[in-house]
């Protein structure tokens, strides 16, 4: 992965304790359903940086395996970005040290193709990048003019001081951001084949077993390769087929419909009950994630 770019120090953000990161907002989230289906998309944007998508194909944390355990880790990524989004100070230290509790399990071994630990901030950075850029999208896709601005690019740093993401680190300008970004991206020459092959099993949703899987596999690809940018397209050469497309652009109908009539109340609830029920599990003594 390539550096950050060296930013001027007067035009850096200002150095924060952890409890200064923990009080920061996440950008205003209100496209929650389209969220939710860009998903996958977006874990294959991290998980072709290699040290990421190693970190995870690699990872000793089997409860953590969403090939194994796919209903347990769906809730607890969900659960990470709902407290990124909605949480509270407390709600995110407690959460941060949580994932942190798995992530110090994860790291290279002297078999590795590569060296990595998810305890990395640049690491973590990069996670929080794709998931900037995903918000991005969306809004563009199904949002309105104005809500893509510098603020909201400020507050995107959230999703990576939520982990262990020092907020310095996020790049000062959106413009900083793109340089970033290209950057890292075109730095990304090829993905890792055993990558790949994790990635299409994520797309085709073999976690779900041999026959409930595959029955909609047709629709996860069109949407995961709808949403998925074009870089990254080109770099797994996966494509759409035409079918796919419409029914993407179809979808996309649907969803501004959607995102303008749907009460808002109703598409944060399920986000909502995911911080309840983290804040149930840290008072009954459960596991967090």
């Known amino acids: 992965m390539t550096a950050t770019t060296h930013v001027p120090a007067d035009q850096r953000p200002a150095r924060m304790s952890r409890e200064e990161m923990d009080a920061l907002k996440s950008p205003d989230v209100n496209l929650y359903i389209a969220a939710l289906l860009a998903g996958p998309a977006n874990v294959i944007m991290q998980m072709a940086n290699t040290p990421v998508g190693r970190g995870v194909v690699e990872s000793r944390v089997e409860s ?16 990470y ?27 290279s071994n002297n078999e590795s193709p590569v060296k990595y630990n998810a305890m990395d901030p640049k690491l973590q950075m990069w996670v929080a990048a794709c998931l900037y850029r995903g918000w991005e999208d969306i809004t563009r896709l199904y949002g309105r003019p104005g809500e893509v601005n510098e603020q909201a690019y400020r507050q995107g740093a959230v999703m990576g001081t939520t982990l262990q993401m020092p907020y310095e680190m996020w790049p000062a300008t959106r ?10 991206v075109e730095s990304i020459t090829e993905v890792d084949p055993g990558i790949r092959e994790y990635l299409a099993k994520l797309m085709r949703l073999r976690f779900l077993g041999p026959y409930s899987g595959r029955a909609f596999t047709w629709i996860s690809e069109a949407l995961t390769l709808g949403y998925l940018p074009e870089e990254f397209r080109d770099k797994l050469e996966w494509y759409p087929s035409p079918n796919q497309e419409r029914f993407f652009d179809a979808n996309n109908v649907v969803l501004r419909i959607a995102s303008r009539v749907t009460p808002q109340a109703i598409q944060v609830l399920p986000f909502k009950l995911l911080i309840a029920d983290v804040r149930w599990r840290n008072r009954t003594g459960r596991p967090l994630i």
């Open 64 to 79: 953590g395996s969403l090939l194994k355990h796919p209903v347990k880790r769906t809730r607890t990524t969900l659960t």
């Open 175 to 184: 413009e900083d951001f793109q340089r970033y970004w290209d950057e890292t």
């Open 81 to 107: 970005l709902a407290v990124a989004a909605l949480g509270t100070a407390s709600d995110r230290k407690m959460y941060r040290e949580a994932v942190n509790s798995a992530h110090r399990q994860v790291h």
